[in-house]
């Protein structure tokens, strides 16, 4: 079962169609945000954010693996796999039961 919540378009501002906000699945886009924001991420929650473009940036893979799964899983998914080809970063991810 997937999260539904408030979509974003790619400039980050609020999704509407016909005046109305759009509302659908949201796992990939929080996944999305989490990862790619810098720290501090969000005031409510500051240390919630990866930056995995500077981590990468820096050649610490092995490390943001680590930090990208104990985020996720602070965020409610279990991650099951990480992959890296080209500098594209691929996560294999399940909600865990809420």
């Known amino acids: 079962m997937a999260r539904k919540g408030l979509i974003l378009e ?3 501002k609020l999704s509407m169609v016909n005046g109305d906000l759009v509302i659908d699945e ?3 886009q929080n996944i999305n945000l ?3 924001n810098d720290l501090p991420g969000y005031m ?3 240390l919630a954010c990866v930056g995995v473009v500077k981590s990468l ?3 610490a893979l092995g490390a943001v693996r680590s930090q990208i ?3 996720l899983k602070l965020d409610g998914y279990k991650v099951n796999s990480i992959t890296n080809v080209s ?3 691929d996560i294999d991810y ?3 039961n809420e």
């Open 10 to 12: 790619d400039n980050k």
């Open 69 to 71: 799964k104990r985020k």
């Open 94 to 96: 399940d909600l865990i």
């Open 26 to 28: 949201v796992d990939g």
């Open 34 to 36: 989490l990862l790619s």
């Open 87 to 89: 500098g594209n970063i």
């Open 44 to 46: 409510q929650f500051p």
């Open 57 to 59: 940036n820096g050649n």
